[in-house]
């Protein structure tokens, strides 16, 4: 059977969920949405059918073939996701486990906007809405121990520290390679820090989204126009301050209208988390070194790489220049509140 009939039989099958036996007369048709980063494949998935007194109706999913370590998403889906987060979250609808693959089944969103992100009032929702979810996810039981994160995120850091190292070789790259120095204190000291965050007061360790990006938010259509977030497969333990922060760093390369209210946004994190609105040292301190995690996960690391890539054209490797920058700036504050 090939992929695309089994993408639809699973189609299908949830289809038989949701909307009964009408389901073996629907018309499927199917279009990619994205061939995933690992071994995932996204598919979008409309069934036509008759519905009540023949009226013809159409039902829309999403269908994510998950094979390899990207199966977890389909067990934190049901267990997590459709438990503590199914109003931020695109509906479950079916998750079916084959010997090789899953396909996790849900609601497809019908965006409001491609870009809602240039509405603040649309990212402070999302922001109050992870507060609230971070909430929830503090009574999961759900022990996602199948990925050492912590165990990846020493081997990445360790491997961006060399490659900055190796910028000092290249007169143009020096600015960068500058702050390898810092960049080493803060590597060599990462686990230590990282026990530090997970253990703060306030925030201290719960499942988190682990991939939280404007890509993987978006905003549903209709009069209540809600943020949902997509894409839950690095779902893992964590400090909650590492999905703000991922958030609210990526955002401000695409959206600088978000960067001028970043301190908005983070309490409206806190209040959507039911804390108190103050930004206090504690918190700021934590929230870097949240930061500079997420920088040496990999997303330093990229846009090193970029520089480096003599395929690449001179604005695409300027551009990664720029990013880079901002990111040594964000490990910058972790080392000054550490150090
Ligand atoms: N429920 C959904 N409704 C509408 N669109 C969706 C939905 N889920 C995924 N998509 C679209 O498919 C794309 C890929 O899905 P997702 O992010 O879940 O997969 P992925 O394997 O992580 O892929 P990528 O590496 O591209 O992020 C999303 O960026 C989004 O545009
Ligand atoms: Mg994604």
Redesign the pocket.
Not at 108 to 130: E, G, K, S
């Given at each position: 059977m090939t992929l695309t009939t089994q993408i639809q039989d699973a189609a299908r099958k949830a289809l038989l969920n949701v909307a009964g036996p009408v389901a073996a007369e629907a018309v499927l048709t199917h279009r990619r949405?994205?061939?995933?980063?690992?071994a995932?494949?996204?598919v979008?998935v409309s069934a036509r059918f008759a519905g009540r007194r023949g009226k013809p109706q159409t039902i829309t999913f999403?269908v994510?073939h998950l094979q390899g370590r990207?199966r977890r998403?389909a067990t934190i889906y049901r267990d997590l996701v459709a438990t503590h987060a199914s109003a931020i979250a695109?509906r479950l609808l079916d998750v079916q486990d084959g010997q090789a693959a899953s396909f996790l089944v849900?609601?497809?969103?019908?965006?409001a906007m491609a870009w809602p992100w240039q509405y603040l009032d649309l990212t402070a929702v999302l922001l109050r809405q992870l507060g609230q979810f971070h909430v929830e996810t503090m009574q999961s039981m759900l022990p996602l121990t199948d990925w050492d994160y912590e165990g990846e995120l020493a081997v990445s850091a360790a491997e961006t520290l060399a490659r900055l190292e190796h910028f000092r070789y290249y007169e143009d790259l020096r600015p960068l390679a500058r702050h390898a120095r810092m960049l080493d204190r803060v590597v060599s000291n990462l686990a230590r820090l990282r026990g530090a965050l997970l253990d703060e007061s306030t925030f201290n360790q719960r499942p988190i989204h682990g991939?939280l990006h404007p890509?993987?938010a978006?905003v549903r259509r209709g009069i209540d126009r809600r943020p949902?977030m997509?894409?839950?497969?690095r779902t893992r333990p964590g400090s909650p301050l590492e999905d703000v922060s991922s958030m609210l760093q990526s955002l401000r390369f695409f959206e600088p209208s978000a960067l001028q209210r970043h301190d908005l946004l983070l309490k409206e994190y806190l209040t959507g988390l039911g804390r108190d609105r103050r930004i206090d040292d504690a918190t700021r301190g934590a929230y870097w070194v949240a930061g500079a995690s997420n920088a040496l996960a990999g997303a330093l690391n990229v846009h090193l790489l970029t520089v480096m890539d003599a395929s690449r054209n001179p604005r695409q490797r300027r551009r990664a220049f720029l990013v880079a920058r901002d990111w040594l700036r964000v490990i910058r504050r972790a080392h000054a509140w550490a150090f």
């Amino acid at each position: 059977m090939t992929l695309t009939t089994q993408i639809q039989d699973a189609a299908r099958k949830a289809l038989l969920n949701v909307a009964g036996p009408v389901a073996a007369e629907a018309v499927l048709t199917h279009r990619r949405l994205s061939l995933g980063s690992e071994a995932s494949e996204v598919v979008r998935v409309s069934a036509r059918f008759a519905g009540r007194r023949g009226k013809p109706q159409t039902i829309t999913f999403v269908v994510k073939h998950l094979q390899g370590r990207t199966r977890r998403e389909a067990t934190i889906y049901r267990d997590l996701v459709a438990t503590h987060a199914s109003a931020i979250a695109p509906r479950l609808l079916d998750v079916q486990d084959g010997q090789a693959a899953s396909f996790l089944v849900v609601e497809a969103i019908n965006q409001a906007m491609a870009w809602p992100w240039q509405y603040l009032d649309l990212t402070a929702v999302l922001l109050r809405q992870l507060g609230q979810f971070h909430v929830e996810t503090m009574q999961s039981m759900l022990p996602l121990t199948d990925w050492d994160y912590e165990g990846e995120l020493a081997v990445s850091a360790a491997e961006t520290l060399a490659r900055l190292e190796h910028f000092r070789y290249y007169e143009d790259l020096r600015p960068l390679a500058r702050h390898a120095r810092m960049l080493d204190r803060v590597v060599s000291n990462l686990a230590r820090l990282r026990g530090a965050l997970l253990d703060e007061s306030t925030f201290n360790q719960r499942p988190i989204h682990g991939d939280l990006h404007p890509g993987n938010a978006m905003v549903r259509r209709g009069i209540d126009r809600r943020p949902v977030m997509i894409d839950w497969g690095r779902t893992r333990p964590g400090s909650p301050l590492e999905d703000v922060s991922s958030m609210l760093q990526s955002l401000r390369f695409f959206e600088p209208s978000a960067l001028q209210r970043h301190d908005l946004l983070l309490k409206e994190y806190l209040t959507g988390l039911g804390r108190d609105r103050r930004i206090d040292d504690a918190t700021r301190g934590a929230y870097w070194v949240a930061g500079a995690s997420n920088a040496l996960a990999g997303a330093l690391n990229v846009h090193l790489l970029t520089v480096m890539d003599a395929s690449r054209n001179p604005r695409q490797r300027r551009r990664a220049f720029l990013v880079a920058r901002d990111w040594l700036r964000v490990i910058r504050r972790a080392h000054a509140w550490a150090f």
